[in-house]
């Protein structure tokens, strides 16, 4: 099993950045996927950003050129760093495990028009 504690959310202007930071601990390996899901208020959660095992990314087309996932392994750490920030972007962010089904317990990011 893997635990997941995620941090850096917060309360910023549009136009503003955030850095997420998921950090894990338990049965993990530097080579499994993680990600980042998002939820706003009354709908689904949606995948922002995938890192694979390769270190590929993944990107929902509405944040790609705004956000960067990566990935610190002597840390056991994944980022999100958010640039170019929306109201829209406005949500509830999750740090994701793939092999466990893993979440982490969310981190709230507000951007304010």
């Known amino acids: 099993q893997v635990q997941l504690v995620e941090s850096g959310g917060g309360l910023v202007q549009a136009g503003g950045s955030l850095r997420l930071s998921c950090a894990a601990s338990?049965?993990?390996?530097?080579?499994?996927?993680m990600g980042w899901y998002r939820q706003a208020p009354g709908k689904q959660r949606d995948l922002v950003a995938t890192?694979?095992?390769?270190?590929?990314?993944i990107y929902a087309d509405s944040v790609k050129g705004r956000f960067t996932i990566y990935r610190d392994n002597a840390k056991s750490t994944v980022y999100l760093q958010m640039n170019s920030l929306k109201p829209e972007d406005t949500a509830v962010y999750y740090c994701?495990?793939?092999?466990?089904?893993?979440w982490g317990q969310g981190t709230q990011v507000t951007v304010s028009s």
């Open positions: 994701y495990y793939y092999r466990f089904n893993s």
């Open positions: 338990g049965s993990i390996r530097a080579i499994d996927a």
């Open positions: 890192i694979t095992s390769r270190n590929s990314t």
